[in-house]
């Protein structure tokens, strides 16, 4: 969640007369045996980055019940700057060209990449296609174009690398030999 003031809320059973409830950068704490009254929701404000466990349960005329534990992520950062770099160099005559990046995120993870060239719509390529293998761009006319490329972490925060490349157009065939008289 990009979100630093997560909001909890549940569901009182029927019979229940107590809900104990404890936020903890713990998975498994114990929100206590004293009740903090009867209520169906929590908030919290400006919690840092981070995991963290919201833990609740409740009492009935039996005593307490299990505990439930939910787990949240707060990640407010994009992913870390990156650069985006041609095989072939920014200036080609491959259509094709192939393009390098790839960036990390330290708290939730890569997500997913968007890229957008010239003047055509987006696209989106999985993280694991970036690390394994470079990544050839479609068929693309001659001419001068830019390259935008957003790297989204899981919480959707994101980073933008941007680069502007050329395809040359493909130069004219030159023969350098020929038959002295053709049939």
Same mark, same amino acid.
């Given at each position: $969640?990009?979100?630093? %003031?997560?909001?909890? *809320?549940?569901? +009182?059973?029927?019979?229940?007369?107590?809900? *104990?409830? $404890?936020? *903890?950068?713990?998975?498994?704490?114990? !929100?206590?045996?004293?009740?903090?009254?009867?209520?169906?929701?929590?908030?919290?404000?400006?919690?840092?980055?981070?995991?963290?466990?919201?833990?609740?349960?409740?009492?009935?005329?039996?005593?307490?019940?299990?505990?439930?534990?939910?787990?949240?992520?707060?990640?407010?950062?994009?992913?870390?700057?990156?650069?985006?770099?041609?095989?072939?160099?920014?200036?080609?005559?491959?259509?094709?060209?192939?393009?390098?990046?790839?960036?990390?995120?330290?708290?939730?993870?890569?997500?997913?990449?968007?890229?957008?060239?010239?003047?055509?719509?987006?696209?989106?390529?999985?993280?694991?296609?970036?690390?394994?293998?470079?990544?050839? +761009?479609?068929?693309? %006319? !001659?001419?001068?174009?830019?390259?935008?490329?957003?790297?989204?972490?899981?919480?959707?925060? $994101? *980073?933008?690398?941007?680069?502007?490349?050329?395809?040359?157009? +493909?130069?004219?065939?030159?023969?350098?030999?020929? !038959?002295?008289? +053709?049939?």
């Amino acid at each position: $969640y990009k979100d630093k %003031n997560p909001k909890f *809320s549940w569901i +009182l059973p029927a019979g229940v007369n107590g809900v *104990s409830i $404890y936020f *903890s950068a713990s998975p498994t704490a114990n !929100p206590g045996p004293v009740s903090d009254g009867l209520f169906t929701s929590k908030s919290y404000e400006k919690v840092e980055e981070g995991i963290w466990y919201f833990h609740l349960k409740f009492k009935n005329s039996y005593g307490w019940g299990t505990i439930a534990h939910f787990k949240i992520q707060i990640d407010t950062e994009p992913p870390a700057p990156f650069a985006i770099k041609f095989i072939d160099g920014n200036e080609t005559e491959n259509p094709r060209p192939t393009v390098v990046f790839d960036t990390t995120d330290a708290l939730s993870g890569v997500s997913y990449y968007k890229i957008k060239i010239g003047e055509d719509d987006f696209f989106s390529i999985a993280p694991e296609i970036v690390k394994t293998n470079p990544h050839t +761009l479609p068929l693309q %006319n !001659p001419g001068k174009r830019n390259i935008l490329i957003q790297a989204f972490d899981k919480a959707e925060n $994101y *980073s933008v690398a941007t680069e502007e490349f050329t395809i040359k157009p +493909l130069q004219a065939p030159t023969f350098t030999e020929h !038959p002295k008289e +053709l049939q």
